[in-house]
């Protein structure tokens, strides 16, 4: 489903992405972990084009998306992706959050629109939510609508993007609830996260990104219990405050 090929990328002179190579089956869910600043989001963005490569090539379902005269904007409408923040207009209600892409883009009628969108909507449980705004929604409700919104376009492939990390805690378990219906949908996903019980639950494989390149992959319960390499067990010592 996704592809990158020898993938770089740099800022002023600074490599992110050192040449990273990553191929997603269609229907997996790949949870990706790693230190603050070891390229996982700029990974994550350069799956959809939202950061362009310096070097390498993005490939979805066999296209290769860093070709010259791709329409990006044709190629985003399959890649949904999830921010830490939920990036919600504020003068616009859930459902309307909801239906602005597919009326302007697709030209979807309003009617049929609102009709997916509230069902969108029951999916992540907010069906009697459809008409409240964003300041009259709680962050993981925020965040359930960003979800939502994503799906809206009927994406092939959906990143989040550490989606539970300005939650308070406990509204962290309702949007893990939501990933976790699409996931058991057979949606492919690649999700940056620090949710390591995610991650070993409904992951199909982890990779740990540090220094810009992929340092080990696997089964989640392979790479938490039994990491091979010292930069991994250190990361995982931390986050799991494992003894040394």
Known sequence: MVELRGVHKSYGGADVLKGVDLAVARGEVVAVVGPSGGGKSTLLRCVNLLEPVSAGQVLLEGEDLTAPGVDRDRVRRRVGMVFQQFNLFPHLSAVD???????????????????????????????????????????????????????????????????????????????????????????????????MGFARELGDRLVFVDGGVIAEQGRPADVLDHPHHERTRRFLRKVLRQPA
């Open 97 to 195: 959050n909801l239906t602005l892409a597919p009326r302007k883009l697709l030209r979807t009628p309003r009617r049929e629109a609102r009709e997916r969108a509230e069902a969108l909507l029951a999916r992540v449980g907010l069906a009697d939510r459809a008409d409240a705004y964003p300041g009259q929604l709680s962050g993981g409700q925020q965040q359930r609508v960003a979800i939502a919104r994503a799906l809206m376009m009927d994406p092939h492939v959906m990143l989040f993007d550490e989606v539970t990390s300005a939650l308070d805690p406990e509204l962290v378990g309702e949007v893990l609830d939501a990933m976790r219906d699409l996931a058991r949908s057979g949606m492919t996903m690649l999700c940056v996260t620090h949710e």
